[in-house]
């Protein structure tokens, strides 16, 4: 099963048909840290991260986590840990996403395992299906209303991948 993210505003999976948001600046075949660009490319997915404390344990074939207050994702290029899941601890001494958020952004996420196995510096890191409420463009991660999220979760399986043009 392949999801297809269509243009800048349309994704679709079987028979669905969902309205998303990416990067402020499109897309990109040359994808680097900081660019506001989706990467273009087909992509597996990661694990679904959840805030236990707002919302259920999503329906889904994924393994699913609970985001503890404190998860984060290293985005700092300089770091060994560049695009992977971190403690943050006090003086932690890198650059870093927050997953446990006050806005609902992250409420649910899922990785998009993109510059992942071998990780390149620079290449890009942090890119997350994740939620939005008003579909404004993104960093680079592709955004759906939570209502969306919550069919699509259902529908993937561990093989399914995610093409986007």
């Known amino acids: 099963m392949i999801i297809i993210i ?14 998303c948001s990416i990067g402020k600046k499109g897309f990109s075949k040359k994808k680097r840290e900081g660019d506001f660009t989706t990467p273009k490319g ?16 999503p329906l889904s074939k994924l393994r699913s986590i ?27 001494n890198m650059s870093y996403e927050k997953l446990y958020r006050k806005d609902n952004k992250y409420d649910y996420l899922i990785l998009i395992k993109y510059n992942y196995k071998k990780k390149i510096k620079f290449k890009g890191s942090a890119i997350f299906l994740h939620l939005t409420k008003n579909y404004s463009s993104t960093k680079g991660c592709i955004v759906l209303s939570k209502k969306d999220f919550l069919i699509l979760v259902k529908l993937i399986k561990k093989n399914t991948k995610i093409k986007i043009n």
């Open 6 to 19: 269509k243009n800048k505003d349309t994704l679709l999976i079987d028979d669905f048909k969902f309205r």
């Open 42 to 57: 087909i992509f597996e997915f990661g694990d679904i991260y959840y805030r236990s404390d707002k919302v259920k344990k």
């Open 66 to 92: 609970p985001i503890k207050k404190n998860m984060g994702w290293c985005d700092d290029p300089k770091s060994k840990f560049y695009n992977k899941l971190i403690k943050i601890k006090k003086n932690l």
